[in-house]
């Protein structure tokens, strides 16, 4: 068994990528009222250009940058040849329910599948900039790693940045004022679309950051991120679609509960666990945890 | 006084029109080759799970993206009637409707609650955690699953009468028989009602329709479908595994159900076609085009996805609504 | 009214479609010579070329392939050709089955060959009744034991010494070289780990602790596992898994520092395949593990070094490990049934010619094979080896001593094995 703490550790290292990724998701959803499931297919394309640069510069953080920006113009790129069409044509009829959630499992399809034929589904290794191998302490090595470390510590400064933009700039205050009351933010001379457009974009260059973070640990592969957007979708609806703080909590309640279940059931009870946490959230607070209480469009 | 007798006579055409179509798929059976019957019975087990959607999503407006989950309960159940209690074909399949429409019931009380984006994130995890539940209790079989055996055609059909044909006769029948029935329910009142439900809940309820009792019936007979369909892929394989409910199942099912018309259910055999013909297309080009792994894994989830993506966007309806609209605009002018 | 009429035509028109769509007149034809003409031979394989379990085992199909293209360019068989259709099965038995079907009702092969994977062989031998179509199911890629069994699989002829025979082989070897210390086995929970715990318990050896994976987890799971092995203090472990499970364990254990004696199960043991997954050559280095073949670096023994040439010639010269060795080998052994089987070359002949004389076929097995009327099983033994600093695998002992036995309660018995020489140039003429 291992200690308390060592489980701990590595549920937050691991719930600190789900929490970007319940972050973009959480953002998109905000900003457009859309649960973008091709999330983790932009952060795989990202990802994989982030790849490619890793293993011609040999350099993890230019690979990042790269990655970032790739994920940034995919996610503009999303927002404005694909959403904007979709809201034009699909918006009645029984289907406008499900159109928008089917669309983006579609594009979520398309991606993996053109990864796939680009890269094929061969394994591929990212060397991290720092070591993979547990800290020594004293006499033991300890399953938690430099790694581990990084992406803590990576995640939190992304937060940082993400919640400045947001209550300090007025690029923040559009993107706020654009999801909630849209007609007002026009008429006070905000450019919704426009601001849609670079939320989006910004969902997708922290999706980049993630794939770039789990795939260092790891590896990649068109099946890699799987986890990460079952994951990060259930860390985001706990956590309340409505907010950004809540979108972080749930996901390090998540890795940090699946974490104690792996070490206490073995494993295999992941996925069940999963679900059954999220039950039991919606059964309690059908909202989520931290319900905001502006009121929300339904 | 009119609508009920409208009611009946129509039932009774439909029936007609059931046993006719039964008596074509009889024929048909004889004379095409084993490899088609096998499509045919993947179809059929198809047009049953992509009619449980069209309940479910286009009749009352519910999105779940966890049908393959549903599938699975109704497989396993089936399965493991017919491996551990040694019972005849029927009542095994019989379970497996109980069972999920059991199942769906849980469900759908727990649903009722949820909207939009929660239930899809719900059903979501559906999908992805119940087929993992095999690996944790032995006697679901673990990873490599339970056999699934209905048993080799009777005797008294010759020894020609191969086991794809038995598979076809028994999907095909359990597909008659449930489209049969859920057509009648959805042109009863049942189907208005769910339908006022998904176009107004609250003036529903207004109406004075018990909008959440209405939601947790559709869920539940929409389970007890899938659950049947489950039970049909199982029999096809001759086994039921996690392998065999996988998230792209689920994900397949919504694309056929939108690519056939999301609320139509005659769609459902076009939508049905279509999920089996893509691989079979695909394998074709991929074939064409040099037969590199990576094509021919990856080209027909390509190609779902590409007419998935057209399809919600320009036929969100299907595309009976979208000649609908051009035959509207002709006989305007 | 116009809505029920359009509805009706809806109905029709769907019914129409489905039942149209179905129409296509094919008469199967003769099955005891399906997929031989009087210029080809058709065969059929299933493998996993994309997926998890893909790593190392992809390559087997390509070098099957290759070893024919040297026959066929050489003669073939009696003047047919041998056309391998490899189809990917992902290891998902579903994808097993749908592919299989594609291979014997589309392609319609002659027989299959060198199907892989436990699970989804014992999943296609049900759905298509190999045995009772009395299809020929040649040298699977599985050492499931039960396979051998001649009532339920009397058309399919194992290759690989079954894994209840390794555990047997390796208890033994257990008990004699580490006998007082923490060991564990780590397995697959299935039939495929199921079976190696038999020959365990056969040989009466009893580990510390065992720890069953699923394929499905394993990448977030082997952290967990390696950590619990080392708060056990385990001294030697045992992994008895797919090279992707293999590969994770050893990277998680490299992680955590923890370094037992790794005892490698030959169905994941490949060094190159396991350097690919990212375990680092230190790690590799000093395991020990269980073959039956030489090692696919000894360039000495002339089977090795002719597969290697074909390899360069037709196989694009891909990096010569024991999953190419493998190809290789069981594709030898095809040909040389095919040829035993006759010109005149029928689904029974095949089978009765391996029966008969499948246990004088050449090959580059360092134990014996024993195919007879009485028995389907193939190679019954191995040998440990040890890799060396430079991932060759070497005897344990310095010299090379080959144990057998059977998957039943019969004992390990040192083996005076003398492989058969090779034909010349490696083209068989046997008939």
Known sequence: MQSIIETLLIGLSNGAVYALISLALVLVWRSTRVVNFAQAGQAMIATYVGFEIASRSQVFWLAVLFAIVAGALIGAGVDYFFMRVLFKHATEGPAAVVAPVIATLGLLGVIRAVVGLIWSSEYRLIEPPVSRNGYTIGETTIPFSPLNTLIIVTVCIVLIVISIIFRRTNLGLALRASAYAPEIAQLAGVRTAQTRTIGWAIAGGIGGIAGMLVSSENYLSPYSLDLLLVFGFIAAVIGGLESMVGAVVGALLLGVLLSLVLNVFGTSATFTSAFLILILVLLFKPDGIVASRKGRRA | ?333 | MIGKNRRKRTWFAAAVLAAGSLFATSVPANANSTGVSSSEIKLGITLPLTGGASFGYKKVGDAMNAYFEYVNENGGVYGRKIKLIIKDDEYSQVKAISETKKLLESDRVFALVGALGTANHKAVAARFGLQRNKIPDLFINTGFSGFANRAQYGTTFPILPSYAMEGKILAKYLKEKYPNKKTALIYQDDDFGADVRVGFATGEYKFTQEVAYSTATIATDAAKIVSDLKTLGAEVVVTFGVTQATGAILGAAARVAFAPQWVLGSVGSDATTLRSLGVPAQVIAGAEGASFLPSPTDTSDEYVKLFQEVNTKYNKNVSFDNNVLVGMNTAMLTVQSLRAAGKNLTRARLISAIQSKGSTFASAGLVPLNYSRTSNVGYNGYWIGKYDSSLVMKPVSGTLEVWTTDSAKGPVVKSNFKRPAMPAKGLPTNS
């Open chain 2, 1 to 333: 006084m009119e609508s009920l007798l409208q009611g009946r006579g129509a039932v009774r055409k439909r029936l007609l029109f059931f046993i006719l179509l039964g008596w074509a798929l009889l024929i048909v059976g004889d004379r095409v080759s084993n490899v088609r019957l096998f499509q045919g019975a993947e179809i059929a087990m198809f047009t049953i799970a992509l009619a449980s959607i069209v309940l479910l999503t286009g009749y009352s407006g519910q999105v779940s993206l966890g049908s393959g989950a549903i599938m699975a309960v109704g497989g396993y159940a089936a399965a493991l009637t017919i491996t551990n209690l040694q019972t005849p074909i029927w009542f095994a399949f019989l379970m497996a409707v109980l069972v999920s429409a059991t199942f769906g019931a849980v469900l759908g009380a727990a649903a009722a609650r949820l909207s939009g984006p929660y239930l899809a994130g719900t059903t979501l995890a559906l999908a992805v955690g119940v087929p993992a539940l095999a690996n944790q209790f032995n006697f679901l079989g673990g990873e490599q699953g339970i056999f699934f055996d209905v048993g080799f055609p009777p005797e008294r059909f010759g020894s020609d009468f191969s086991q794809d044909k038995w598979f076809f006769w028994i999907s095909s029948f359990l597909a008659l028989v449930s489209i049969f029935i859920t057509s009648n329910i959805l042109k009863s009142r049942f189907g208005r009602t769910w339908q006022a439900i998904r176009a107004n809940s609250l003036a529903a309820e207004l109406a004075g329709i018990h909008a959440n009792r209405m939601k947790i019936l559709a869920f539940t007979l929409s389970s007890a479908l899938a659950g049947l369909a489950g039970a049909v892929l199982g029999m096809n394989l001759s086994l039921v595994a996690p392998g065999a409910y996988p998230l792209s199942l689920s994900f397949a099912l919504v694309t056929g159900a939108v690519l056939a018309g999301i609320s139509s259910l005659p769609g459902v055999m076009l939508g049905a076609v279509i999920l089996v013909a893509i691989p079979e297309i695909a394998d074709l080009v991929a074939g064409g085009l040099g037969d590199s792994e990576k094509v021919t894994t990856h080209l027909p989830g390509l190609i779902v996805s590409v007419l998935l993506i057209i399809s919600v966007i320009f036929t969100p309806n299907g595309p009976g609504e979208n000649i609908r609209r051009i035959l509207h605009k002709k006989s305007a002018h």
